[in-house]
């Protein structure tokens, strides 16, 4: 079996945490009015989708493939359940980490339409979804979109707090999702996530490396109180039976705050420990079980673990033009290859786990360069990208 990297913490601290630094850049701009929620509503009463849909034909020039969600003749474009099926898609992953395209602040973009279209195609490969904040009506959009699908799909809703704001980011996504919950009901929330690579954040910006050393123990008595809040709130709700829990980088977990939770959503990311392809899976598995697994089992709690972030990049931006940053390649059939050897083995092996991602995003090319654009299994425009999904 592999032996986890001593530097792997180290190099993790370059995977997705461009969320939280757009949230920091944008100075935590003014969330989207709880009033958009009500029209959303309405919106899908009075069957709106054919002049939405049409207007999201219009502004995409992007043409149709055996991959889009785009309705053939015959389909009822005014229900949003009445949607086509890709045969090339296949629901064998567990979950997938999603973020609606233009949910970061402060230009929020997102709208009901395309997040509609990504539930379409999400619940075509998996049950369970992920979502990392709440910022600019994301929780209520997913949830709306959800349900007018009616699709079977679980998500994790998120809470993406900053640590250097007295916790006015936390307020405002507390009450999104509070605002959420109550417009859509909690039937399709598995949980709510307060904290993503918090501690990774915070202590290396302190110089640190260990979790729970004295900038880890700093971290964890911002973070423990809003974990305690957000049970409060859904308790208050009646809806203490939505789990409350946290993500961070694998190697970076505070003892305290992962005692706290009922469940643990741990990074894994083998192209950024420099594994190679061949090894990657493996490697995966066996830094999950030994490092995160065996952490939570020594706690009092015993907090369910999931793998919240694993995937493959299939390509680098000019910031980087060389897609070779280790062992193996950046490409679709890396790609391949990490979801034969990873996902199948991990439902047999009973490992609950995010893959990174459901499709590219065009903004970390010129937000951050390198391969952080390129983690979808879709490519930007939806459509499915070379790979054969297996069926598990």
Not at 112 to 120: A, H, N
Request: aromatic fraction near 10%; glycine fraction near 8%.
């Amino acid at each position: 079996m592999p032996v986890p990297q001593t530097n792997y913490q180290n190099i993790e601290s370059r995977n997705s945490d461009w969320l939280e630094q757009s949230q920091k850049a944008s100075k935590r701009s003014r969330f989207i009015v709880i009033g958009s929620v009500i029209t959303l509503a309405v919106l899908i009463a009075v069957g709106v989708a054919v002049g939405v849909t049409l207007s999201k034909k219009s502004s995409n020039n992007s043409s149709s493939s055996s991959s889009s969600a785009s309705a053939p003749a015959g389909t009822n474009p005014n229900d949003p359940s009445n949607f086509p099926k890709n045969s090339a898609l296949v629901n064998s992953f567990y979950g997938i980490a999603y973020t609606p395209l233009g949910s970061q602040l402060p230009n929020c973009g997102n709208n009901l339409t395309e997040v509609i279209e990504d539930i379409q195609l999400l619940s075509q490969i998996t049950t369970n979804i992920r979502l990392y904040g709440a910022d600019c009506n994301q929780s209520s959009l997913v949830l709306a979109a959800i349900q007018a699908t009616k699709v079977k799909m679980s998500v994790y809703l998120g809470n993406y707090p900053a640590s250097d704001d007295n916790g006015t980011a936390y307020t405002r996504q507390k009450g999104e999702i509070q605002t959420a919950l109550q417009q859509y009901g909690a039937a399709n929330v598995a949980g709510v996530t307060v904290g993503n690579e918090f501690i990774l954040d915070y202590i290396t910006g302190q110089g640190q490396t260990d979790p729970n050393g004295s900038a880890g123990q700093a971290a964890a008595a911002m973070l423990i109180p809003w974990i305690n809040d957000t049970r409060s709130m859904l308790s208050s709700m009646g809806m203490s039976n939505i789990l409350v829990g946290n993500a961070d980088a694998g190697s970076y977990f505070n003892n305290e705050v992962l005692a706290a939770v009922d469940y643990g959503m741990a990074n894994v990311h083998p192209w950024f420990a420099n594994q190679s392809i061949d090894n990657a899976a493996a490697w995966t598995g066996e830094f999950f079980s030994s490092t995160d697994v065996a952490l939570a089992q020594s706690l009092p709690n015993q907090p369910k673990m999931y793998i919240a972030e694993t995937g493959w990049p299939t390509g680098s931006s000019s910031f980087n033009a060389n897609p070779n940053d280790g062992p193996s390649l950046a490409s679709v059939e890396n790609l391949q290859i990490f979801i034969n050897d990873f996902a199948c083995n991990a439902t047999k092996n009973g490992t609950g786990y995010f893959f990174f991602e459901f499709s590219d995003e065009p903004w970390k090319n010129t937000t951050y360069g390198g391969v952080e654009g390129y983690w979808g299994l879709f490519d930007s425009n939806k459509n499915l990208k070379n790979i054969t999904i297996p069926t598990c």
